[in-house]
């Protein structure tokens, strides 16, 4: 079930890329300045300056791509802050930091920004070198299911579970496999 989540996840993300990208790039050679998205960024608009990240991004520009996202973030565009822990995280055009792509990747989640917030899950379940708390690992995935995933509400009732002789919340875990429930499973 999370596999084919994730698989999801990357595909719809791969898909919004490419539909950017080939939406806005009608410069060859990294020449955007001429594209109206580029005015448009420059002028300071937060989606603008995401999109020209990605397409910066798409061609490899690293550089170019990380400037626009650091943009596009300071307005507030969860997105961005996303993209620049992705950045940290793979080491595009920076030195790999996972310290650093959590920081970036808990800012997008507290936007609410349900990849971010799914990417600190995943982070936790590969065991990623990043040691967070129970508390914030059970915080984290209680804000992903709040977009009413049932695999995520799976995984709460087994976390909860498992560190059940460390914060001893059964109730808990009993509202989670409610929630998980009454939800219709697709698969």
């Known amino acids: 079930m999370n596999s084919l989540f994730r698989t999801l996840c990357i595909t719809l993300c791969s898909f919004i890329l490419f539909s950017v990208f080939s939406t806005y790039a009608k410069a060859d050679n990294n020449n955007y300045e001429n594209s109206e998205i580029y005015k448009k960024a420059v002028s300071g608009d937060a989606d603008s300056q995401y999109s020209l990240g990605n397409m910066y991004l798409f061609s490899k520009n690293y550089k170019n791509a990380l400037k626009w996202y650091k943009k596009s973030a300071s307005q507030g ?26 920081k970036w990747y808990k800012k997008a989640a507290s936007l609410g920004y349900i990849f971010a917030q799914h990417k600190l899950n995943a982070m936790q379940n ?27 509400h799976k995984t709460i009732n087994s976390i909860t579970q498992q560190h059940k002789e460390k914060n001893k919340d059964y109730l808990k875990a009993l509202n989670w496999y409610k929630k998980a429930a009454t939800q219709k499973n697709k698969n």
């Open 77 to 102: 565009k969860a997105k961005a802050l996303y993209k620049i822990g992705s950045m940290y995280e793979h080491g595009q055009g920076i030195l790999r930091s996972s310290t650093e792509s959590l």
């Open 126 to 152: 590969i065991n990623n070198g990043i040691a967070l708390s129970i508390v914030n690992k059970q915080k984290w995935r209680e804000k992903t299911a709040t977009h009413a995933h049932i695999n995520v």
